[in-house]
Nanobody
Framework: VQLQASGGGLVQAGGSLRLSCVVS????????MHWYRQSPGKQRELVAS???????NYADSVRGRFTISRDNAQNTVYLQTNNLKPEDTAVYYC?????????????WGQGTQVTVSS
């Protein structure tokens, strides 16, 4: 199973970016999907999650500005980031909980850099 994240970049404060993460490989089903981020010197933190049925959850720091969604047919999760702030600067990682008919395992993508200038 592989996860490929994309969509990061450099944007001014107040701008927007749409991150994508595609899950590929051999598996039966993708369960919950998540976006994390990590800034230099800080621990990786959970930004948003979405269940297989489409129910989202957000960290308080991004609620109302970020929207997580998914396309189950394409095994893809998105993170629409609006009204970005300099403190949102981080490497953003996707994670998927994947069922392979025997067990559920978590897989990570390679990360995509988001840089917000003031």
């Amino acid at each position: 199973v592989q996860l490929q994240a994309s969509g990061g970049g450099l944007v001014q404060a107040g701008g927007s970016l749409r991150l994508s993460c595609v899950v590929s490989g051999r598996f039966v089903r993708v369960n919950a999907m998540h976006w994390y981020r990590q800034s230099p010197g800080k621990q990786r933190e959970l930004v948003a999650s979405i269940t297989s049925g489409g129910s989202p959850n957000y960290a308080d720091s991004v609620r109302g500005r970020f929207t997580i969604s998914r396309d189950n047919a394409q095994n893809t999760v998105y993170l629409q980031t609006n009204n970005l702030k300099p403190e949102d600067t981080a490497v953003y990682y996707c994670r998927a909980d994947v069922w392979d008919a025997m067990t559920t395992r978590g897989y990570w993508g390679q990360g995509t850099q988001v840089t917000v200038s003031s």
